[in-house]
T-cell receptor, first 112, second 112 residues
Framework: EPEVTQTPSHQVTQMGQEVILRCVPISNHLYFYWYRQILGQKVEFLVSFYNNEISEKSEIFDDQFSVERPDGSNFTLKIRSTKLEDSAMYFC??????????FGDGTRLSIL | KQEVTQIPAALSVPEGENLVLNCSFTDSAIYNLQWFRQDPGKGLTSLLLIQSSQREQTSGRLNASLDKSSGRSTLYIAASQPGDSATYLCAVTRGSNYQLIWGAGTKLIIKP
């Protein structure tokens, strides 16, 4: 069965550095999402992406964050100038029209 | 603003028991509701999806119901097993971009 693939599984970064989290959605999916889960808290929606542009973003998704689909397969989340509170599990998801979202295994981001 | 609440936050039962997990949401204008399983430090596994027009869905020992008008869903697990131990998350889909709004989860422990 096709899967959403996220890399790396664990990323450790110094505070203030930029980090890029990578996702390869399922190949025929058109809608892409990023969510995050701070340890012990709810999963939170960050951003949705369709037709090469952001379709919706939450108030969490400020100017520090950006997303990109640089080619036909990858979907990336960039966090500029990371802060301690950016430490979380980041999940990528994709879906086909009118179908449920399929999730990757997540990237654990640790900011030191 | 949509809020999703799950009760109880934690549940510990002996193996073999049938159990019910509860999820409530404040805005009945949802497209669908999903139940997920999350093992510690791991990703999100979709268990069941109920469309807003449906009343229930079944998969093996799992049965999920939806009462959209009252803003409630239940996940019924029959004949529980130690391997069912995990956190169970409920999420509703809102908005034209189908982003998921999540509950905090119920941590389930099945004692052998």
């Amino acid at each position: 069965e096709p899967e959403v693939t996220q890399t790396p599984s664990h990323q450790v970064t110094q505070m203030g550095q930029e980090v890029i989290l990578r996702c390869v959605p399922i190949s025929n999916h058109l809608y892409f999402y990023w969510y995050r889960q701070i340890l012990g808290q709810k999963v939170e929606f960050l951003v949705s992406f369709y037709n090469n542009e952001i379709s919706e973003k939450s108030e969490i998704f400020d100017d520090q964050f950006s997303v990109e689909r640089p080619d036909g397969s990858n979907f990336t989340l960039k966090i500029r100038s990371t802060k301690l509170e950016d430490s979380a599990m980041y999940f990528c998801a994709s879906r086909q029209d009118a179908q449920p979202q399929h999730f990757g295994d997540g990237t654990r981001l640790s900011i030191l | 603003k949509q809020e999703v609440t799950q009760i109880p936050a934690a549940l510990s039962v002996p193996e073999g028991e049938n159990l019910v997990l509860n999820c409530s949401f404040t805005d009945s204008a949802i497209y669908n509701l999903q139940w997920f399983r999350q093992d510690p430090g791991k990703g999100l596994t979709s268990l069941l999806l109920i469309q807003s027009s449906q009343r229930e869905q079944t998969s093996g020992r799992l049965n999920a119901s939806l009462d959209k008008s009252s803003g409630r869903s239940t996940l019924y697990i029959a004949a529980s097993q130690p391997g069912d131990s995990a956190t169970y998350l409920c999420a509703v889909t809102r908005g034209s971009n189908y982003q998921l709004i999540w509950g905090a989860g119920t941590k389930l422990i099945i004692k052998p």
